[in-house]
């Protein structure tokens, strides 16, 4: 990952800037890049890049991630 910022405020605050149309929230401590998710399964997303991260998706954001990723 080239670019990580550090943000204190909330996460959800951000998702209702246009700019930010790109990125869904995977849990409430993470915003990601729909353009750099490489597979998502229920439980866990994999970033696109030299270290392959993988974040936890949140029980409660399931339902709304996956539908989101299967729209595109």
Not at 36 to 60: A, C, K, M, Q
């Amino acid at each position: 990952i080239t670019n990580q910022y550090t943000f204190y405020g909330k996460l959800s605050n951000l998702l209702d800037n246009e700019s930010l149309s790109d990125f869904i929230s995977i849990h409430k401590s993470y915003l990601v890049n729909k353009n750099y998710i490489e597979r998502f399964t229920s439980h866990s997303v994999v970033l696109i890049g030299i270290d392959r991260v993988e974040l936890p998706i949140s029980p409660n954001k399931k339902m709304e991630v996956s539908e989101q990723l299967l729209r595109e």
